[in-house]
């Protein structure tokens, strides 16, 4: 094939695109100035079909307070809130998925309203560092989906979305319990506040992947708390360093930090019983 020949082809490859891709526009902005809601309807999951989920929901935004109480009320509203969804716009769609299983509570797509209600918030949950209202909200609708639907075929990774939502919570409770334990008794007693941190918060998750490493901070905080105290209160809280010293270590016998925990014992034991 000579050259000029084939950028030719190229060239009318292109304007057949670019036709194709107007004459779908042209047929979109045909569809929305139309009254046939039978027309639109068929429009708007076709777009779902293509992937087109901006033109998919836009036009069932419209159509579903329309259609409500009649034969395609349900199927649109989860449509509408499945659009949503597959263009990654999570908190649109946990809000139409929530409508739908409150309105249809054992609706056709109930299971999934539930289930993509909740997943739809964990993908969208923030970093570990800001605000943690979505991953409290997805675990509140994982929870609700396993609740409802134990042995759904989806419970396992609703149930592993869930473990991996608690786990961001408590490594956020470990960094505050951690920056209280970095400015000891700077403007009071900090140490205090880092061991409440750090034992709420394997109370609320005590099968947390982090619950050795806050367990090892409240040993850490208390120790620190006894060696920085006037000698009236050192005696006290070296027991109670004591205390804690043997908890970590009947939890975790082999545990990586077991020789720091050690070596925390000794000075604690010594102090307490002169040995």
Known sequence: MRKNEF???KKLTIILAMACVLMG?????KVMKSSDLEYKYAYAKKAFENKRYAQAYTILGELVPIFRGTPKAEESLYLLALSYYENKDYISSGSYFKQYYQRYPRGQYAELARFYA?????LDSPDVQLDQTETIRAMEELQAFLDYFPKSDKASIAQSAVFE???KL???ELQNAT?????GNYMGNNYESAVITAKNAIKDYPYSKYKEELEMLVLRARFKEASESVVEKKLDRFRTVIDEYYSFVNDYPESSMRKEADNIFKIANKYVNGN
């Open 179 to 183: 920056l209280y334990y970095n400015l």
């Open 165 to 167: 939502l608690q786990d």
């Open 170 to 172: 408590v490594l956020k």
């Open 118 to 122: 909740g997943y739809g918030y964990y």
């Open 7 to 9: 950028l030719m082809i």
């Open 25 to 29: 526009c042209g047929e979109y902005n």
